[in-house]
């Protein structure tokens, strides 16, 4: 691992910096000072500057609305905006840059990247991921969602659901099925569906700490261009599997930055409750703390991994594991602070942010208890525990694979499984952990 980022990285974040200093208001103090009712429009207004100063996407060739940067000064403006509280896109954006446009740049036509690129950039198309089904997460290939072609458009009718941002997105990246009759992950193809046409239907779902920050998505023969499939017919499996190594590479050095900053928040809030001195809540501090350290170094392996131009691949799970286990651990560290404050907390809430609360938010009983029941899903979303466990037991430590009562075609599936025997089991394929 090298710890050390390269001369003109270091040049480049001075230029970050500047910009951040230039462009932020004079009074900044982080997305979560700002009244709850003034974030969208700032959101808003600062994702266009970030547009006008080709902040989105510096990695991205210039060709198609980037800055023709590396992925190291991609990574150092993702560190600079985190320290600085600054959103560097919206929720959106994580799905349509960070995933579906490095997976364009990856495996789509010279045709898709001209058309679809420069429109993500713009914000002309706001994307979300239509992967998980109700009977298919951790076994993402199970799904049902079937596309047939139909002259020179795909005819899509099934339900996605989890779909994250799916309210605020006008187009869904979907894997559907194209092939029934061969096996289960060699029928899918990877689509780009417009979601403003009578053929989908978003229901927001409400989660436990009251936000709408998920949807469920219907379609009934809702259409998608023929051209629009990424990485060929009945090859979506593969494009399915580059677009999750760029979620999971995603923050491997911001996530430690993020939870350095709401351990101190935590470290407050015990000395204001008069726990800090506690041995046990000392003890379980110190733990956090060494967690955290365990993050930052952990990242800078995977980035060095990274701009050597490898994949986190297998040892994604390791991360994945260690940050969802840490997440919830330290969250429930945070309610046995609190205590029975906790029940009908006072104060604002963390503003429905899936991890830590956004810099600036105001350090309350509720904040804590919103991250709290926010923590609960971290260990089922972009691969649950369990998938990861496997992963890291057949991929890394080499220990035998779990029995596959699969492989046949997936129109069978079902249908011969009713011999006695080990209990068949779903296992993800090729790189198991999942999306969202
Ligand atoms: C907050 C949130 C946001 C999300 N956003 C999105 C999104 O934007 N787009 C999207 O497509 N999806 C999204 N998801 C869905 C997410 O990817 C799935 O929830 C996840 O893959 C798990 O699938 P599941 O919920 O169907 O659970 P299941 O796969 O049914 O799992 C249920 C339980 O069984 C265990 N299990 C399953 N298979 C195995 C196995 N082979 N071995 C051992 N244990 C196993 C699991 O670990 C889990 O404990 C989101 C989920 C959450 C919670």
New binding site residues.
Partial sequence: MDVTYPERAEGFRAEVRAFLREHLPPDWHGLGALPPAQRPEFERSWRETLARANMLAVSWPAEFGGAGLSPIEQVVVAEEFERAGAPAGTENDGFGIGLLGNTLLAAGTDEQKSYFLPRILSGEHVW?????EPDA???LAGLRTRAVLDGDEWVINGQ?I???AGRTANWIFVIARTDPDVPKHKGLSFLLVPIDQPGVDVRPITNAAGYD??CEVFFTDARAAAAHVVGGINNGWSTAMILLGFERGAEVTTDPIRYRRDLDRLLEIARERGRSSDPRIRDELAWCYSRVEIMRYRGYRGLTRFLAGGRPGADGAISKLIWSEYFQRYTELAVEIIGADVLAPPGEGNGGA?KVADVGTENSARCWSEEFLHAR?AT????????QR?VIGEQLLGLPR?PRLDGGPFRDIGRTVSAPGPVP????GPVPA???
């Fill in positions: 979300c991921q239509g992967y998980s997460g951790s076994d996605k989890w779909t994250s920050l998920f899936l899903a089922i979303y972009a691969g649950s525990t369990q998938v496997t779990e089991v779903p296992v993800p999942k999306a969202g």
